[in-house]
């Protein structure tokens, strides 16, 4: 079974558009994250959630939200989207007592 | 704040031989440190950490890494590099307490000579 499993793991969409990714953890973890890796393979937080506090990166766009329905899942939304966008997002969760963090395979957006 | 140095953006070896990443890290108390290996279109696997006691941990697939307070380093090394080695590497921290997040270096690909 798949840890950490991310839908799609590829998404190719016109700019302008709205789009979803979807994350789910099956490891019990409290902590979800969404980071995303450019085009230079540089890997950036986003936010981390759980069930008590989400927490920010400043630098993201507020056209980007982490929706949790319940503690196994954190999904991204992304609205108006933009080329700049284009990346490959990665969810990832842990323990946090643990502070392991196990990450999906990817999903590779790319915006046209 | 925390920042992560790797030096080399691409390490060339040959099979057989001695594989050396280096990663220096910036923070004002010592951090968790990982390295973490990703695959070609694959996700991140996390190859092994330190967060404290002996400074030399040993992870998967033969590798292992050395802390070094006074150096503010945390190189990865594996005796004999093989072909399935071939990859990117990822060095990274993350603060001993509060928000667990973790800040990356800028990888290091590694390719493996036959």
């Known amino acids: 079974d798949t840890a950490v499993s991310q839908t799609p793991k590829y998404l190719v969409t016109q700019m302008g558009n709205d789009k979803s990714i979807k994350c789910e953890q099956n490891?019990?973890?409290?902590?979800m994250y969404w980071y995303k890796q450019d085009s230079k393979k540089f890997l950036k937080i986003m936010f981390s959630y759980n069930n008590k506090e989400l927490i920010i990166n400043e630098t993201v766009p507020n056209r980007f939200s982490p929706k949790s329905p319940d503690k196994a899942h954190l999904n991204l939304h992304i609205n108006s989207l933009e080329l700049g966008d284009s990346a490959v997002y990665f969810c990832a969760s842990s323990q946090d007592r643990d502070r392991d963090i196990f990450f999906g395979q990817g999903t590779r957006l790319t915006v046209v | 704040a925390q920042s992560v140095t790797q030096l080399g953006s691409h390490v060339s070896v040959s099979e057989g031989a001695l594989v050396l990443l280096r990663c220096n890290y910036s923070s004002s108390v010592p951090p968790y440190l990982f390295w973490y290996v990703q695959y070609p279109n694959q996700g991140l696997q996390l190859l092994l950490k330190y967060t404290t006691g002996a400074t030399l941990v040993k992870g998967i697939n033969g590798f292992e890494a050395e802390f070094k307070k006074s150096e503010t380093s945390f190189h990865l090394t594996k005796p004999s590099a093989h072909m399935s080695d071939a990859a990117e590497y990822f060095c990274?921290?993350?603060?001993?307490?509060?928000?667990?997040?973790?800040?990356f270096g800028t990888g290091t690909r590694l390719t493996v000579i036959p």
């Open positions: 990274a921290v993350s603060r001993r307490t509060g928000a667990n997040n973790l800040f």
């Open positions: 490891l019990g973890h409290d902590t």
